[in-house]
């Protein structure tokens, strides 16, 4: 009775720090979240020559 108790509570710790400590997979994610953020901050960026062209082709169509 004893024994499965311990053997709980160890099994318990090892889940808990496998969840908690830090490994370097998590470097992909904040890789993947860096070219995201690049992409957004690139589109916003363009939002005001994409909004010159329209405006040349509108005066170009006439």
Known sequence: MNFGKILF????CLAALSLT??????KIFKKIEK???NVRDGIIKAGPAVAVVEQAATV???
Not at 9 to 12: D, I, L
């Open 21 to 26: 400590t830090a490994s370097p997979r998590w």
């Open 60 to 62: 170009v169509k006439g």
């Open 9 to 12: 509570f160890v099994m318990a």
């Open 35 to 37: 070219v995201g953020r």
